[in-house]
């Protein structure tokens, strides 16, 4: 038996030469955190499209009052629950422009119903850029120019009206607007305390994530509902509905910490454990 | 009218669930005092009621002639267009909650002596009655009256009352009852004979006979014969310490109040003089009330009244009588119903066979304010007090307007005055000041002096803050927000800033003086002598009160009206009744009337789900497994071995005496936690302000009852409302730990006993409702992630957040409306009426099950969306790592590896979220059965929450974090028997 001649090369070895990577490996494994997020996030069809929404939802935010058709408590009393508009761009085979037709309203004396015809033969073209119901945009500068006005003498309610004939879609614009931002400064608060609380917990352990556990548990098994009902009993009379719903979000985003401070906590114990925490120096 | 048609017609009236509602009721169950006529005259020989022929026969009851009195009131209904009915029929109907069973004592109206349709005073019970010099009242009884127990009914009664009760130092402990006293004196009372008593003030008492014709009368007499088991002066000492101590009474004084509420109706032993006799002890969901067969009113052709036999009273949740009555559920709908559910009543009125009709309102005006003449604060008493200010106000109000927007401009634009009826109605007080004429309320307004205005427009008070009235409104009647919304609009106009506080919940401060309200909003009762109840202080230039904002009632759709059914008894229980006896509050009386949140004060809560630690799994796959309570795991470390090395199996063999230990300590913080939560749970119950007795003393006063402050002393003492807080709280967390939970206010009962199956129905509702959430979530969740990114999985996210977005209450509202059309599923309850009380049988839990998937499906709904999402996150978490990938390179087939691994690591949450699932599940469950009206604890928790029934709530809130609290030992004990990756806390610590 001869012995196997193990040959070994004394060249200068690059391993980069051997694999080498095409273009779009090299892209993938030089790109940033935030990239990385990004191009996994645009595989999810689902949440670009909401992500999109949400955006154009935010967009709306500063210029909620111009894009209203009507302003917030404009009633119409002889349009009381009427259906929505829809917005038409061909009458009786011709163009002119995005319109809608005028509804007659009719009570049923019988029911009690009130009910809503529109009359197909008249159109009425919507405006744009005109001048309706008067503002104070954020506030401050009185204003009356709106995107899309209602037609001259007649009304638009895409969503229809409430039970007062106010314009659905007017409100809806106006109270996204407070649904949309409100909720930010709950979550904020919540988030600072999740990471805090639960950052203290796993870090420091021992006594402080004693005391940490107990609290988390008995605000966990505290029944909300008595605790609703008390707070709204407890917000001043004075204040208008949307420092109430500020106040409300305020304090549950101080009550709504024990979910996350937990995982924040557990996350941490366990990184501690981490072999490269473990190797760390002294 | 014939019985047989009684089975389906409901007459519908667009009636507010008030009992100032009930004289159109009474009109309709036929109870017309301008029918009786006194005097055995025209009576034809009596007539043995049918249903009750058979116990006769068997010797049971004794015959007609037998139990009817002597002398008994002859009703003539051609009097009032009607014919004499015959006997037969059942009535169904609805309550929004189980105290309205005392509607019945005022639907039936057998009083001493009632009104009628002239508002005038005549006999009832009585035989007849004299007054002399207005102060010595001669009350003759009917020969032969009976109880409905068949006792005689006889002046021994009426002695009990005063003697026993009245004039009984310990009984009376806080003084006898107001309305007996003139100037602070009783009267003295007389047995004269048998049939006859009097009583005799020293000055003249023109209240009495108005108290005791009251809607809510007041009561001289009482079945002697069955509350003497409940007197120490009659009872064996013996015996009587045994009741006390069966019933958890405080005292004998307790309990002879309990078991003697005859306007309340809640005892089914009570002996009554009513024509319907209640036959089911609280708490129930069904009331039955059956024919008392010694009543003691006939028709002409001696037919012995009611002539309906039975009434049976479903207990629901108010929101849904018009649905269900719109279903059919109901055969005679008054209370519960109101304008705006006209077309909704309509449309089911030719499928279900009913008829809707227009009712009448029996109050003056639909809404009312009453600004606070005696508010506090100086400055703004004296602009309440310029009646020009007042006027002001009320120009201001576009009352057309309203009519149009609100009431289909079928109401009459009004003040809030009494009915045209009325003798004492004048028509230009109905429209005085009563025009909207916004220059006019300027004009006055800057002559009140209130020139000055701020930048919004809003005038300035002499002191320089801006002209805010707050109305305390329950905010859950949409009417009502609606109305002020308008108001408050309008009143811009004039300079005057409207602010509305809906109140979740009645929080009427007792005796602290202390609001912030400066107007009530009262509803409306009829007064009709309002005109002498003229405030001292209300400035004399106006005659009446001056309720600024007053909606008039909708018009009546008077055509010829059918009744209902011919029936027994009188009309009148004029609600004004109350408002004729002495019951004249000066307006700042309104002081504690507060808003009135009542029967349907629901709490709007806002429904947050909770989803403990899943928002970080969704958001980030990596935090797959979560530690929870003690124990720590791994996180994504995962060193998953195919066999347990001998390393894993030593500490799992060593894990054994850890887990003892381990359950020892979560054991012990768990009776910690549940302390520590005791104490919150009666901090936050105490927090609004008040308690049980000023919310419920508020409540009546809003319904215009008079409230005895000797009785209030009373139940305060019983209730140990007297004491202070710590105290409280410590008997209660005693008893707590001693299984004793207390006693309910409300019910008047111990909790446990409240309680009773409702727990159970509670406790299986919760756990099929994890069952289905298991058994959705999993198949679904395993589908969504091993087709990741596919149409399907695409479709299921979206289901699964629609099932997270939408609201539980409107789902329940769907899925009740779908599963009464297509399965024709009686909507709202676990079961069929039917079966309400009945024992279990094979039909009670088909009708169990055929209601209970939609509470089911609507409280799991939201979980399981979550858990989908959390098993997918966690199950692709797993999919991605190395051991997966090895195994397919080894070729294990898909399904054999997907089984074999990742699954089971991805169960991990399922177990986990035991904990976190409970509570959500639990408190989902009570507001979805607040709104399907579901015999579980959810509504009476809102209710004991509502109501401040301290220990009730506070029970209940401590078995749910109970419920929470176990949940969260179990997930941990099985985690760390299931997960070996996971370390028991003290295990290891490196």
């Keep these: 038996m001869s012995e196997l001649v193990h040959h070994v090369s004394d060249r200068p070895f690059n391993p980069a030469a051997v694999e080498a990577m095409t273009p779009e490996q090299e892209r993938y494994f030089l790109a940033s955190q935030w990239r990385l997020m990004w191009w996994k996030f645009r595989r999810h069809r689902l949440a670009v499209l909401a992500g999109l929404i949400l955006l154009l939802s935010y967009a709306t935010i500063p210029v909620t009052e111009v894009l209203a058709p009507y302003a917030l408590s404009t009633r119409h009393t002889e349009f009381i629950f009427a259906p929505p508009q829809s917005v038409h761009l061909f009458h009786e085979g011709r163009l002119v422009g995005p319109y809608v037709h005028p509804l007659t309203y009719r009570l049923d004396m019988e029911t009690l119903k009130r009910e809503y015809t529109e009359d197909k033969s008249v159109a009425q073209p919507l405006r744009f850029l005109c001048l309706g119901d008067s503002y104070e945009l954020w506030g401050l500068i009185p204003g009356r120019l709106h995107l899309i006005c209602p037609?001259?003498?007649?009304?638009?309610?895409?969503?229809?009206?409430?039970?007062?004939?106010?314009?659905m879609a007017s409100r809806m614009l106006y109270g996204g607007r407070i649904s949309l931002t409100v909720g930010l400064v709950g979550i904020t608060i919540s988030f600072l305390l999740d990471i805090t609380i639960g950052g203290f917990a796993g870090y420091l352990g021992g006594f402080v994530d004693h005391v940490v556990q107990r609290m988390t548990e008995v605000i966990r098994s505290l029944p909300e509902l008595p605790l609703w009902m008390a707070l709204s009993a407890a917000l001043p009379v004075t204040w208008s509905p949307l420092l109430v719903y500020f106040g409300i979000t305020i304090i549950l985003g101080l009550l709504d910490w024990p979910g996350l401070a937990r995982a924040v906590r557990s996350k941490l114990l366990a990184l501690r454990e981490e072999d490269y925490a473990a190797s760390r120096p002294g | 009218m014939t019985m047989t048609t009684f089975a389906t017609p409901a007459g519908a009236m667009p009636t507010r669930c008030h009992l100032a509602?009930?004289?159109?009721?009474?009109?309709?169950?036929?109870?017309?005092?301008?029918?009786?006529?006194?005097?055995?005259?025209?009576?034809?020989?009596?007539?043995?009621?049918?249903?009750?022929?058979?116990?006769?026969?068997a010797g049971e009851l004794p015959p007609v002639t037998e139990r009817v009195p002597a002398e008994p009131l002859v009703v003539d209904l051609s009097g009032a267009g009607l014919s004499p009915g015959r006997h037969g029929g059942e009535i169904d109907t609805l309550f929004g909650r189980a105290k309205d069973i005392r509607i019945m004592t005022v639907y039936g109206y057998a009083r001493l002596v009632g009104y009628d349709r002239n508002l005038d005073i005549v006999p009832d019970i009585l035989k007849a009655y004299e007054v002399e010099e207005g102060r010595i009242f001669t009350f003759h009884l009917r020969q032969g009256h009976k109880w409905s127990d068949g006792a005689p009914f006889t002046a021994e009664d009426f002695r009990y009352y005063f003697e026993d009760m009245v004039l009984n130092e310990e009984f009376s402990e806080e003084g006898p009852p107001g309305e007996l006293l003139v100037n602070g004196r009783l009267p003295k009372f007389e047995v004269i004979d048998e049939t006859t008593v009097r009583y005799t003030w020293d000055d003249p008492n023109p209240n009495f006979l108005a108290q005791l014709a009251g809607a809510s009368p007041l009561y001289i007499y009482r079945p002697s014969h069955y509350l003497k088991q409940f007197h120490p002066k009659y009872a064996f000492h013996e015996q009587l310490e045994?009741?006390?101590?069966?019933?958890?009474?405080?005292?004998?004084?307790?309990?002879?109040?309990?078991?003697?509420?005859?306007?309340?109706?809640?005892?089914?032993?009570?002996?009554?003089l009513e024509p319907w006799v209640n036959t089911t002890a609280s708490p129930s969901e069904r009331f039955v009330f059956r024919r008392n067969p010694y009543f003691h009113r006939i028709d002409i052709n001696g037919r012995q009244l009611p002539y309906v036999d039975e009434i049976d009273a479903v207990i629901t949740n108010g929101r849904l009588i018009p649905v269900k009555t719109g279903a059919g559920d109901s055969t005679l709908q008054a209370r519960g119903l109101e304008f705006k559910n006209y077309t909704v009543l309509k449309s089911g009125a030719t499928r279900n066979g009913y008829d809707v009709r227009l009712w009448r309102s029996g109050r003056g005006s639909q809404l009312a304010l009453f600004p606070n003449l005696n508010v506090e604060d100086p400055v703004w008493r004296a602009v309440m007090r310029d009646a020009r200010f007042r006027r002001a106000l009320s120009l201001g109000i576009n009352r057309r307007e309203i009519n149009q927007v609100v009431f289909y401009g079928l109401g009459v634009e009004s003040n809030n005055t009494v009915l045209e009826e009325s003798p004492l109605f004048r028509p230009e007080l109905r429209t005085r000041f009563a025009t909207f004429d916004p220059a006019e309320a300027n004009r006055l307004l800057d002559e009140v002096g209130l020139m000055a205005r701020d930048s919004r427009g809003t005038r300035l008070l002499p002191d320089g803050r801006p002209l805010e009235i707050v109305v305390e409104?329950?905010?859950?009647?949409?009417?009502?927000?609606?109305?002020?919304?308008?108001?408050?609009?309008?009143?811009?106009?004039?300079?005057?800033?409207?602010?509305?506080?809906?109140?979740?919940?009645?929080?009427?401060?007792?005796?602290?003086?202390?609001?912030?309200?400066?107007?009530?909003?009262?509803?409306?009762?009829?007064r009709h002598r309002d005109a002498d109840a003229e405030p001292q202080g209300a400035g004399a230039d106006q005659r009446r009160p001056a309720p600024v904002a007053a909606m008039g009632h909708p018009r009546a759709d008077t055509g010829p009206q059918r009744r209902g059914a011919g029936r027994s008894g009188r009309r009148g229980a004029q609600p004004a009744a109350r408002g004729l006896g002495g019951d004249h509050r000066p307006r700042g009386a309104h002081q504690d009337l507060g808003a009135h949140a009542r029967d349907q004060r629901r709490a709007a809560v806002h429904h947050r789900h909770r989803h403990g630690g899943a928002a970080t799994d969704r958001g980030q796959p990596g935090a797959a497994q979560r530690a929870r309570g003690g124990l720590v795991d791994l996180g994504t470390r995962c060193v998953l071995r195919h066999l347990p090395s001998r390393q894993l199996l030593a500490r799992r063999r060593g894990g054994g005496r850890l887990m003892l230990k381990f359950v020892a300590k979560r054991l012990v913080t768990m009776a910690m936690t549940l302390l520590v939560i005791s104490a919150l749970v009666f901090v936050i119950i105490q927090l609004p302000e008040g308690d049980y007795l000023s919310n419920y003393v508020a409540n009546l006063q809003a319904q215009g009852e008079t409230v005895d402050s000797a009785k209030i002393e009373f139940l305060k003492k019983q209730y140990g409302l007297d004491r202070p807080l710590i105290a409280q709280y410590a008997t209660w967390v005693i008893g707590l730990a001693q299984g004793d939970l207390g006693y309910s206010f409300e019910y008047d009962q111990p909790v446990a006993a409240v309680v009773g199956d409702r727990l159970w129905l509670s406790m299986i509702l919760n756990v099929l409702t994890v069952i289905f959430i298991y058994a959705v979530a999993f198949p679904i969740g395993v589908y969504s992630a091993t087709h990741k990114y596919s149409f399907g999985d695409y479709g299921i996210t979206l289901l699964g957040f629609l099932g997270i977005a939408v609201p539980n209450f409107l789902l329940a509202l769907i899925l009740l409306y779908l599963a009464n059309v297509w399965f024709g599923t009686s909507i709202g309850g676990l079961m069929d009426p039917d079966y309400?009380?009945?024992?279990?049988?094979?039909?009670?839990?088909?009708?169990?099950?055929?209601?209970?998937?939609?509470?089911?499906?609507?409280?799991?709904?939201?979980?399981?969306?979550?858990?989908?999402?959390?098993?997918?996150?966690?199950?692709?978490?797993?999919?991605?790592?190395?051991?997966?990938?090895?195994g397919r390179a080894k070729g294990l087939p898909e399904g054999r590896l997907l089984r074999k691994y990742p699954l089971r690591m991805a169960l991990n949450p399922f177990v986990a979220d035991i904990g976190n699932l409970l509570p959500q599940i639990v408190s989902g469950s009570v507001i979805v059965s607040a709104v399907m009206s579901l015999p579980t604890t959810g509504p009476m928790l809102l209710d004991a929450l509502q109501s401040q029934d301290m220990y009730l709530a506070g029970s209940f809130l401590m078995f749910l974090a109970a419920l929470t609290v176990v949940g969260m030992f179990i997930s941990d004990v099985l985690l760390a028997v299931l997960d070996p990756r996971i370390r028991l806390e003290g295990g290891v610590r490196r």
Excluded at chain 2, 29 to 39: D, E, F, I, P, T
Excluded at chain 2, 253 to 262: E, F, G, I, V
Excluded at chain 2, 483 to 495: A, V
Excluded at chain 2, 846 to 873: F, K
Aim: aromatic share 6%; glycine share 8%; hydrophobic share 45%.
């Design chain 1, 151 to 167: 037609p001259e003498n007649g009304t638009f309610f895409l969503l229809g009206t409430d039970r007062l004939g106010r314009d």
């Design chain 2, 242 to 272: 045994a009741a006390i101590k069966a019933a958890k009474a405080r005292s004998w004084r307790a309990l002879h109040y309990k078991k003697d509420r005859q306007y309340e109706n809640d005892n089914p032993d009570l002996p009554t």
């Design chain 2, 21 to 57: 509602q009930l004289a159109t009721m009474l009109a309709l169950v036929a109870l017309v005092a301008g029918w009786l006529q006194a005097g055995v005259a025209g009576a034809a020989t009596l007539v043995e009621t049918p249903t009750l022929a058979g116990a006769v026969a």
């Design chain 2, 836 to 886: 309400i009380d009945q024992p279990w049988s094979i039909g009670k839990a088909m009708s169990v099950l055929e209601h209970i998937w939609v509470p089911v499906v609507v409280i799991g709904t939201a979980g399981t969306a979550g858990m989908i999402r959390r098993l997918r996150a966690n199950l692709l978490d797993e999919l991605q790592k190395q051991y997966v990938v090895t």
């Design chain 2, 473 to 526: 409104t329950a905010g859950e009647d949409l009417n009502e927000s609606d109305i002020l919304e308008l108001i408050t609009d309008s009143w811009r106009e004039i300079g005057v800033r409207l602010l509305t506080k809906a109140l979740g919940r009645q929080s009427a401060p007792a005796g602290d003086g202390r609001r912030d309200a400066d107007v009530d909003l009262v509803r409306p009762r009829e």
